[in-house]
């Protein structure tokens, strides 16, 4: 048996766009309103699907609320068991190396069933699979840095860890992304001159990732066409959770001297429940890219850096990671030449409907810019230990 669950998601573009911070709370509430009575009509959907999105934006909605009330704890407790619901889907919850954030639906066999897509891409999947994921981290500087720069700050330092996205002030976490042009884009577009990268290798493939890389087109994807019964439990789930993914993609245009963030407290929340649930780390999209052109050039991981022993500088976490030598991204434009090795992004995703990126106003293939060059400049260099 097949039916057609049609979505057409074409109203809920990533991130949301606010004015000033005290706007989310309000922007966010109108946003799940449309939302929700925009699957109470879609055909064929389940009522219990449209009362389970109807929970999980309350939820979200009491989260934020009880968050602003100073009881943090129960805002936690609320996100926690949320999440919980979906540690079984594949595509939500798995290893780094099984991601589809990085892979695509490539480790997803029952994904791959539709259209036989199995079949038509079997090598080319078995490729993905097996090639390493290529991540960078960038820092700005006007002087040269070491490896040990490109390390999470130590903790020694807590002082100099700042609120992020998905980190709290004092709380070390390392930030990767899957190009430079990610690295780019998170540091504000820094002059070239000043940016160092580095080339991540994560060599613990089996480190559980939470997969928050999930738009509008994914939903609308997973529901193209018939489907069979094995597909429609994925669609629901990408439904239910979208919520969660909305509340955590907002950027605020006022940004000027904000002490404290509320469209941080979600992907905060988030961040402080998914050790007690086996997770490790986070996948999620850059704000700074429009979410249609985001996947798979801006992606972003965060880890949490853990201190086990108090009388380290360093997590032992970093035992598990390799990297280059930190270059500086003017010299890698202006002395180009042709580099050993191909990057992740750039062998598997040159040339299909996530090949290209939006620069500058303009749609441009993401391997023709000097930032997908950069790519393969920097992952062939060699890959060291980190040096604690």
């Known amino acids: 048996m097949s039916i057609i669950i049609d979505t057409r998601l074409s109203k809920f573009p990533l991130p949301v766009q606010i004015q000033n911070d005290c706007d989310y709370y309000q922007t966010l509430s109108a946003v799940f309103d449309k939302y929700y009575k925009h699957i109470s009509t879609i055909c064929n959907l389940d009522s219990e699907t449209v009362n389970y999105v109807a929970t999980n934006i309350q939820i979200i909605k009491c989260a ?14 609320l996100i926690q068991d949320l999440i919980k619901e979906y540690l079984d889907e594949d595509f939500f919850v798995s290893e780094f190396d099984k991601s589809y954030a990085f ?15 199995s079949e038509t891409y079997r090598d080319l999947y078995q490729e993905m699979n097996k090639a390493p994921i290529s991540m960078f981290r960038g820092r700005i500087s006007k002087t040269g840095l070491s490896a040990k720069d490109m390390l999470h700050i130590p903790f020694n330092l807590r002082e100099k860890v700042l609120t992020e996205r998905y980190s709290m002030s004092g709380i070390p976490c390392l930030y990767l992304a899957t190009t430079t042009l990610g690295c780019y884009l998170e540091l504000g577009k820094p002059q070239y001159d000043a940016l160092y990268l580095s080339s991540y290798k994560i060599n613990n493939q089996k480190m559980k990732l939470l997969n928050l890389c999930i738009t509008q087109y994914t939903i609308n994807g997973a529901a193209a066409g018939y489907l069979n019964d094995y597909e429609i439990p994925h669609l629901l789930n990408l439904i239910k959770i979208f919520p969660l993914v909305i509340a955590s993609s907002f950027v605020v245009s006022n940004n000027a001297s904000r002490s404290f963030k509320t469209e941080y ?5 988030i961040m402080m429940s998914i050790n007690e649930l086996g997770i490790e780390s986070i996948a999620y999209l850059s704000v700074h890219m429009s979410d249609f052109y985001a996947y798979p050039q801006c992606v972003n991981i965060a880890i949490p850096m853990v201190q086990s022993d ?32 191909i990057s992740y992004i750039n062998k598997f995703y040159n040339s299909n409907i996530h090949s290209k990126i939006e620069l500058n106003k303009k749609c441009i293939e993401y391997v023709n810019t000097v930032f997908g060059k950069a790519d393969d400049i920097i992952i062939s260099q060699s890959h060291l230990s980190c040096p604690v």
Do not use: H, M, W
């Open 64 to 77: 934020v609320q009880d968050y602003l009330r100073g009881n943090i704890c129960a805002a936690k407790v």
């Open 103 to 117: 892979r695509g639906i490539a480790p997803l066999k029952e994904q791959q069933k539709k259209f036989g897509y």
């Open 265 to 269: 407290i979600i992907p905060q929340l």
């Open 310 to 341: 108090f009388s380290n500088e360093y997590s032992e976490q970093l035992q598990y990671f390799s990297l280059t030598e930190p270059l500086c991204f003017n010299r890698c434009v202006r002395n180009y030449y042709c580099p050993t090795r």
